[in-house]
């Protein structure tokens, strides 16, 4: 089911304010070529032969992602191209597949599809700039080369579309909710939250209760704040910021630590809630330890997947503090998007400062796998 949360209390959320795109048009249209449409140049199709529509290519979708998780990069691109087929302006598949091949250092394919992407309307040409899918072509003449128009484009695009500014301002925002079968709202409840990564949803996040092994809680997928697009499709994140003001990061961090504190606060108010769990993945991770440690009387538990703990922003007072807090911690040894140093570094520093940790190591990339996810729930269950 879908619940809303309300941040009117706390004005914890910042509202994106900007001046509308300014979009160039010529008095003419531009005659559009459909040449390659000719009915005597492609196959016609009977009405009664649309059963290709019964295609799942949500599963599809998710066999090209595990492809991905397991580094098997050419099944990957061969079952991204196929989901392609049904879906050829989803720009944030499209920007997988140029992962793809960008890690078999492909820097050809890789520039093809990455162009393929920002014209499908996948718009965050920074993340393509630190992305280490594409450190084996990022050398290359034509990768290089390609990237650099695609950055001077989004850069004279960004020039027309005036300046962005922000205002902070109250709102609701959605979460998925699963529960037991058997749930009764007036009995002790377990409640679990999680925190997706950047660029994923609620939508996405909250199938992680398939993953669980017949799950006894209540689990919440909370949307992240700040929506930016990923194609055909929107992603969010946890956290926005302003290159013009370096102030203004933290107060970000605090807002969005007081919209997850919040949402406990308000499933205490609807249901009977005993514990408290906070799970979060890559940014949600980060975002875990901030807010779990920040807010430690709130929760019973961290589970924290493919993440780091931001030592800048959480002072050694602040983790001394919060040191009665079970920790889980579970990382991937071949995750390139946060090193599992990052995970064995947050492990090491918690247990030098006294706390329960337990820490999960898998063979695999940044990810969150079935069998560690089941791991975390027995140890929520201890």
């Known amino acids: 089911m879908r619940i809303f949360i309300s941040l009117t209390a706390f004005l914890c959320m910042l509202c994106l304010i900007a001046a509308p795109f300014a979009i160039a048009q010529d008095d003419e249209e531009e005659e559009v070529d459909l040449s390659w449409a000719d009915a005597d140049s492609i196959d016609v199709y009977d009405a009664s032969e649309g059963d290709f529509l019964d295609n799942d290519i949500t599963a599809l979708e998710g066999a090209a992602w595990e492809a991905y998780g397991n580094e098997d990069w050419e099944l990957a691109a061969q079952l991204y191209l196929a989901y392609l087929r049904y879906n050829m302006t989803d720009g944030r ?3 997988n597949l140029a992962c793809c091949y960008g890690l078999m250092g492909e820097a050809e394919l890789a520039a093809v599809y990455l162009e393929r992407a920002i014209g499908s309307g996948f718009e965050n040409i920074e993340f393509v700039a630190m992305d280490p899918d594409f450190e084996l072509v990022r050398d ?14 989004a850069a004279e695009e960004e020039a027309l579309s005036g300046d962005v500014i922000f205002n902070m301002a109250p709102t609701f925002l959605p979460c998925r909710m699963m529960v037991p079968d058997d749930f009764d709202p007036d009995e002790g409840n377990t409640l679990v939250i999680g925190l997706h990564g950047y660029g994923a949803s609620p939508d996405s996040f909250i199938r992680l209760w398939e993953r669980f092994d017949n799950p006894d809680f209540i689990y919440i997928a909370p949307q992240a704040p700040y929506p930016f697009s990923i194609g055909n499709d929107f992603g969010y994140s946890w956290d926005t910021w302003d290159e013009d003001n370096e102030d203004f990061w933290p107060q970000v961090a605090i807002l969005t630590e007081m919209y997850v504190a919040s949402i406990v606060e308000n499933m205490e108010e609807q249901y009977n809630i005993d514990k408290v769990y906070l799970l979060g993945f890559s940014q949600g991770c980060g975002y ?12 019973d538990g961290l589970i924290c997947f493919g993440g780091w703990l931001d030592t800048d922003w959480l002072t050694d007072e602040d983790i001394d503090a919060a040191v009665a807090l079970p920790i889980f911690i579970a990382h991937g040894t071949s995750d390139r998007m946060v090193e599992f140093e990052s995970g064995i570094a947050a492990r090491d520093l918690l247990l030098d400062k006294g706390f329960d940790v337990t820490f999960y190591e898998f063979d695999g990339a940044h990810t969150v796998p079935e069998e560690a996810l089941q791991a975390a729930q027995a140890w929520m269950e201890k």
């Open 140 to 153: 290359n003449d034509i990768f290089s080369e390609t990237f650099d128009r695609l950055a001077q484009a």
């Open 288 to 299: 875990t330890y901030m807010t779990g440690i920040h807010n430690h009387e709130l929760f």
């Open 93 to 95: 598949n499209m920007y």
